[in-house]
């Protein structure tokens, strides 16, 4: 007798055969689950886990530093502080006049570049995702930061009114 399961589309209740997850009326949804389940193996694989840590995560001992700030007591007890403090809303969003949920702290001057101010409350603020990103591509342009970029040299800049202006244009 073959093996079968029950088709992965909600609310269908037909019967497929092994190695197929979709009946025959669902079937174009087959590629889309298999590209999904090959990248979500590819994510979770030891090798690719291990070549990214060696390769962009802990590139050099600075990156390595960096990396270990982050899983101290310290930087957790920082952050919630500051996630309190601005009350969970991205700063960014604040000075545009929206306010935007936000649970991510970002240093204000990049970690890479003024790594003594890590562990400063007054460079850390709230950060929303769409926000986060626009900074960061921002820094790499404004102070050279980022894997494959040369440092700049330019003055920091410590105005989140400044910054949310120069990253949105």
């Known amino acids: 007798m073959p093996r079968v399961r029950r088709c992965r ?10 190695p197929n997850h979709y009946c025959k009326q669902h ?18 694989d030891k090798h690719y886990t291990h070549k990214y840590n060696t390769v ?11 990396y270990n700030f982050y899983r101290t007591r310290q930087w957790s007890h920082l952050r919630q502080q500051v996630l309190e403090r601005d009350h969970y809303l991205c700063d960014y969003c604040k000075v545009q006049g929206v306010i935007t949920p936000a649970k991510t702290v970002d240093h204000i001057r990049p970690l890479e ?13 709230v950060i929303c995702s769409s926000c986060h990103n626009l900074k960061t591509k921002w820094e790499q ?12 040299g330019n003055k920091p800049v410590d105005d ?10």
Request: aromatic content about 10%.
């Open 56 to 66: 962009t995560r802990n590139r050099d001992d600075t990156k390595r530093q960096q």
């Open 9 to 18: 589309q909600p609310g269908c209740h037909a019967m497929v055969n092994f």
């Open 27 to 44: 079937y174009e949804h087959e590629a889309e689950y298999l590209a999904s389940r090959e990248r979500w193996a590819r994510s979770h």
């Open 160 to 169: 989140i009114k400044a910054i949310s202006r120069m990253m949105r244009s």
């Open 113 to 125: 570049l003024f790594f003594n101010d890590g562990a400063s409350m007054e460079n850390l603020s």
């Open 141 to 152: 342009r404004y102070y050279g930061s980022g894997k494959g970029n040369t440092p700049t």
